[in-house]
């Protein structure tokens, strides 16, 4: 299947600081990525779509602000965490389509996430 | 709203026993995948199910899309303490840029050898 990287793996920072974190998908392009965010034993929460190109599409609920998604090419797209709480610590993952899935609805590729912690 | 119920959330079972989990809509979906997940990894893909009433197999895992493309079951025979990780279904509409995947709680499967 498709490879979607995403970096870093683990990150600890302290409270107030921001974190970013990339997506990259390495053997195909995508204009769609996505952002979720999952805490322990439970499913994957959507936080936001990242439209190359062009600004995120957020879920209800977050806050554009503080999550701050960048889609500057067909393969990146970043997440940065501003002014990082505690709160904010959990497991962020990403899932990238490829451009080139003839019908839609298919398969989205993941990348191995990010595990977050605000101290 | 939850669009996709999983069920159950919890399951443990000894290895060599089957088991069936299930994913419920009241909406249709496109294409419906399964995913598992290792703790501290993303989601892996294991299939993708499209036309009603398809059904696939992985090796030891089945699994079928309903008629009406709103419901779809894994069925795990004979499982193995390997086949331990949260299982996810995640249900896909068409609508062009507007495309998004809509998962279901999971379901953690734990097997014992």
Not at chain 2, 17 to 22: K, P, S
Not at chain 2, 74 to 96: E, F, N, V
Request: with cysteine; proline share 3%; hydrophobic share 35%.
């Amino acid at each position: 299947g498709a490879v979607v990287s995403q970096h870093p793996s683990w990150v600890i920072c302290k409270s107030g600081t921001s974190v970013k974190i990339e997506c990259r998908s390495l053997d195909f392009q995508a204009t769609t990525m996505f952002w979720y965010r999952q805490f322990p034993k439970q499913s994957l929460m959507l936080m936001a779509t990242s439209n190359e190109g062009s600004k995120a599409t957020y879920e209800q609920g977050v806050e554009k602000d503080k999550f701050l998604i960048n889609h500057a090419s067909l393969t990146l797209s970043t997440l940065t965490v501003t002014s990082a709480h505690p709160e904010d610590s959990s497991f962020y993952i990403c899932s990238a389509r490829d451009l080139r899935a003839v019908v839609w609805g298919t398969e989205a590729f993941f990348g191995q996430g990010t595990r977050l912690t605000v101290v | 709203t939850q669009l996709l119920e999983q069920s159950p959330q919890f399951l443990s079972i000894q290895e060599g026993e089957n088991l069936t989990v299930y994913c419920n809509s009241s909406s249709v979906f496109s294409s419906l995948q399964w995913y598992r997940q290792e703790p501290g990894e993303g989601p892996v893909l294991l299939v993708t199910v499209v036309t009603g009433g398809e059904v696939k197999k992985l090796k030891r895992l089945t699994f079928q899309f309903g008629d009406a493309r709103k419901d779809s079951s894994l069925h795990i025979t004979a499982a193995q303490p390997g086949d331990t990780g949260l299982y996810l279904c995640a249900g896909g509409r068409s609508g062009g840029s507007n495309y998004k995947l809509t998962f279901g709680k999971g379901t953690l499967l734990t097997v014992n050898p």
